[in-house]
């Protein structure tokens, strides 16, 4: 009998053992407790052309990010349009419910940046192993960038490039202009085929349409603005320069009020487009509404006497919001989004612009999605690509800047057409924008 009760006492003893161990084991390793992260997204896109695949890409990422953290869960609200986005972050963020992470429109970055409803980043760049900032083109990692602090990560950029009728140039014996071609180039072929083509009077072939005073600014070295946004630099040699070409090349056709239908018509030879719009309008079935009655290619800008053939990059950026509660988990998230080479390969297949990665804008995978898109090789062009967003400009952000850009934009139509009062203008502009500015 006292063996028997050994024997019991010792499985009593070992089973014991075995729940301490087992109950020591839950200890240890805890259930990993739920997060739930918020992003916020506006339907469409930022360049103001079809995308019906706007979804997919962040869909594609959100189930992936999810697989690889099974205690994370990313939600969204779908159907904000461009126009209410905005508003829609605003309203958020005074309520306090701001998304964890969120898209930026380039207009709101300044803003958001300035009152504290972006994160600065900075310590999330500096100890992250991971990260290397010098991946990304500097002018679209710098659009993220307020007062020498990091508020925002760019998710996709889209440069502007001259879109060429080589049939009108072909016809007129003028050769195909190159990358480096300059502000002379440009106005001497401007100057050629802009005439009367039918003899009743009246101008109907052009050299451009929709060149403007900015696109001059910027392939001369002029910057509209200082960088603490204090002061406009109107009145700057390079920017007066800028104007003045921009007023020769539109008095060429008599300021006539030229339409993209005069273009599509095949009666312009140049035309400054994003690369969104060439995405969108060269493969089928848009190709057959648009550009099908000749034929056309795209280059740099042309270089002013001070600057180079340089041009403007607009970027779509993500950042995090101050208000999140999982910041480290959010940081993880953007990275996904906007750093990941498996994502940001899908802007070639799923958006219209091209990655702000070096690597992946320059991968023979980013061609070849290209190609099959397009309908025709792209090797040359995927190297002009990479030159444009080496050689991009940075536009330099502060609070004020679009209230006082729009209204210098809405004051250069009639100062480009007085032909008496150029200086005066010009100076009473700097003035009204200088007084803006320091208000």
């Given at each position: 009998m006292r063996q028997k009760l050994e024997k019991w006492w010792k499985r009593i003893i070992i089973a014991g053992l075995v729940i301490s161990i087992v109950s020591v084991g839950f200890v240890v390793y805890p259930k990993q407790k739920?997060?739930?992260?918020?992003?916020?997204?506006?339907?469409?896109?930022?360049?103001?052309?079809?995308?019906?695949?706007?979804?997919?890409?962040?869909?594609?990422?959100?189930?992936?990010?999810e697989e690889e953290y099974p205690n994370v869960k990313i939600k969204y609200q779908s159907g904000i349009l461009k126009d209410d986005y905005s508003e829609w972050v605003s309203e958020n963020a005074l309520k306090g419910d701001l998304p964890d992470i969120f898209m930026v429109l380039p207009e709101d970055f300044s803003t958001f940046s300035s009152v504290g409803v972006l994160k600065n980043l900075d310590s999330y760049i500096r100890d992250d192993s991971s990260f290397d900032k010098t991946s990304y083109y500097k002018a679209s990692y710098d659009a993220g960038a307020y007062k020498q602090h990091q508020y925002a990560l760019p998710y996709e950029s889209v440069p502007t490039l001259m879109l060429v009728n080589k049939t009108l140039l072909q016809k007129e014996h003028i050769k195909m202009p190159d990358n480096n071609w300059t502000w002379d180039d440009f106005y001497k072929i401007c100057k050629k085929v802009t005439k009367d083509t039918n003899g009743d009077g009246r101008l109907d072939q052009f050299g451009v349409y929709d060149y403007q005073w900015d696109d001059a600014t910027l392939s001369n070295g002029g910057k509209i603005f200082n960088a603490s946004g204090t002061k406009c630099n109107l009145s700057s040699k390079a920017m007066e320069n800028a104007v003045l070409f921009t007023k020769k090349i539109q008095k060429i056709s008599s300021f006539t009020n030229l339409t993209s239908d005069d273009f599509d018509s095949g009666n312009i030879a140049f035309r400054p487009m994003t690369f969104s719009e060439f995405r969108t309008y060269k493969p089928y079935p848009w190709k057959i509404n648009k550009y099908f009655d000749f034929k056309w290619d795209c280059i740099r800008l042309p270089s002013g006497p001070d600057g180079a053939n340089k041009t403007r990059v607009d970027n779509l950026l993500m950042g995090i919001s101050?208000?999140?509660?999982?910041?480290?988990?959010?940081?993880?998230?953007?990275?996904?989004?906007?750093?990941?080479?498996?994502?940001?390969?899908?802007?070639?297949?799923?958006?219209?612009?091209?990655?702000?990665?070096?690597?992946?804008?320059?991968?023979?995978?980013?061609?070849?999605?290209?190609?099959?898109?397009?309908?025709?090789?792209?090797?040359?062009?995927?190297?002009?690509?990479?030159?444009?967003?080496?050689?991009?400009?940075?536009?330099?952000?502060?609070?004020?800047?679009?209230?006082?850009?729009?209204?210098?934009?809405?004051?250069?139509?009639?100062?480009?057409?007085?032909?008496?009062?150029?200086?005066?203008?010009?100076?009473?502009?700097?003035?009204?924008?200088?007084?803006?500015?320091?208000q």
């Amino acid at each position: 009998m006292r063996q028997k009760l050994e024997k019991w006492w010792k499985r009593i003893i070992i089973a014991g053992l075995v729940i301490s161990i087992v109950s020591v084991g839950f200890v240890v390793y805890p259930k990993q407790k739920q997060i739930v992260l918020t992003f916020g997204m506006f339907a469409g896109n930022q360049w103001n052309v079809p995308d019906d695949d706007c979804y997919k890409m962040i869909d594609q990422a959100i189930k992936e990010f999810e697989e690889e953290y099974p205690n994370v869960k990313i939600k969204y609200q779908s159907g904000i349009l461009k126009d209410d986005y905005s508003e829609w972050v605003s309203e958020n963020a005074l309520k306090g419910d701001l998304p964890d992470i969120f898209m930026v429109l380039p207009e709101d970055f300044s803003t958001f940046s300035s009152v504290g409803v972006l994160k600065n980043l900075d310590s999330y760049i500096r100890d992250d192993s991971s990260f290397d900032k010098t991946s990304y083109y500097k002018a679209s990692y710098d659009a993220g960038a307020y007062k020498q602090h990091q508020y925002a990560l760019p998710y996709e950029s889209v440069p502007t490039l001259m879109l060429v009728n080589k049939t009108l140039l072909q016809k007129e014996h003028i050769k195909m202009p190159d990358n480096n071609w300059t502000w002379d180039d440009f106005y001497k072929i401007c100057k050629k085929v802009t005439k009367d083509t039918n003899g009743d009077g009246r101008l109907d072939q052009f050299g451009v349409y929709d060149y403007q005073w900015d696109d001059a600014t910027l392939s001369n070295g002029g910057k509209i603005f200082n960088a603490s946004g204090t002061k406009c630099n109107l009145s700057s040699k390079a920017m007066e320069n800028a104007v003045l070409f921009t007023k020769k090349i539109q008095k060429i056709s008599s300021f006539t009020n030229l339409t993209s239908d005069d273009f599509d018509s095949g009666n312009i030879a140049f035309r400054p487009m994003t690369f969104s719009e060439f995405r969108t309008y060269k493969p089928y079935p848009w190709k057959i509404n648009k550009y099908f009655d000749f034929k056309w290619d795209c280059i740099r800008l042309p270089s002013g006497p001070d600057g180079a053939n340089k041009t403007r990059v607009d970027n779509l950026l993500m950042g995090i919001s101050n208000q999140t509660k999982n910041s480290e988990m959010a940081w993880k998230f953007l990275k996904k989004l906007c750093y990941e080479t498996k994502t940001q390969q899908n802007i070639f297949k799923y958006r219209q612009g091209i990655s702000p990665l070096k690597s992946v804008t320059r991968s023979r995978q980013a061609q070849q999605m290209l190609e099959k898109s397009i309908g025709e090789d792209m090797s040359a062009k995927m190297n002009l690509l990479d030159e444009l967003m080496e050689n991009a400009m940075e536009i330099p952000k502060f609070r004020k800047y679009n209230e006082a850009y729009q209204q210098i934009d809405s004051e250069m139509t009639r100062i480009l057409t007085d032909e008496e009062q150029y200086d005066s203008n010009i100076l009473k502009l700097k003035q009204e924008i200088d007084k803006l500015l320091n208000q």
